[in-house]
């Protein structure tokens, strides 16, 4: 079995700064395309940003030039440091990855979420 779990969430004004951490665990072959995805009260879940194994990013409009999404293969874990926060990045981060477990097996796992809020 494999598990995501995810770090560093927090309350933060406006203008601040937080970086989140999820490691992965269990099982593992190898990791393909990891990633972050966020929820806001009331709304869907929305991608924040996606990186794969070799470190090609992808990052959502609302937050290119201040979100930098990173990864660390040995360590199986995905960071997203997040800068220039605003109140409108409030809401829970998931960690998203797709795990290889075998030659011939693969899974989607998902995260428990942290808690990201950002005061005006």
């Known amino acids: 079995q494999v598990q995501l779990v995810e770090s560093g969430g927090g309350l933060v004004q406006a203008g601040g700064s937080l970086r989140l951490s999820c490691a992965a665990s269990?099982?593992?072959?190898?990791?393909?395309?990891m990633g972050w995805y966020r929820q806001a009260p009331g709304k869907q879940r929305e991608l924040v940003a996606t990186?794969?194994?070799?470190?090609?990013?992808n990052d959502a409009d609302s937050v290119k030039g201040r979100f930098t999404i990173s990864r660390d293969n040995a360590k199986n874990t995905v960071y997203l440091q997040m800068n220039s926060l605003k109140p409108e990045d409030t809401g829970a981060y998931y960690c998203?990855?797709?795990?290889?477990?075998?030659?011939?097996?693969?899974?989607?796992?998902w995260g428990q979420g942290t808690l990201v809020t950002v005061s005006s």
């Open positions: 998203n990855a797709f795990v290889v477990l075998t030659s011939r097996s693969s899974v989607e796992v």
């Open positions: 269990g099982r593992i072959f190898s990791i393909n395309d």
């Open positions: 990186i794969t194994k070799g470190g090609y990013t």
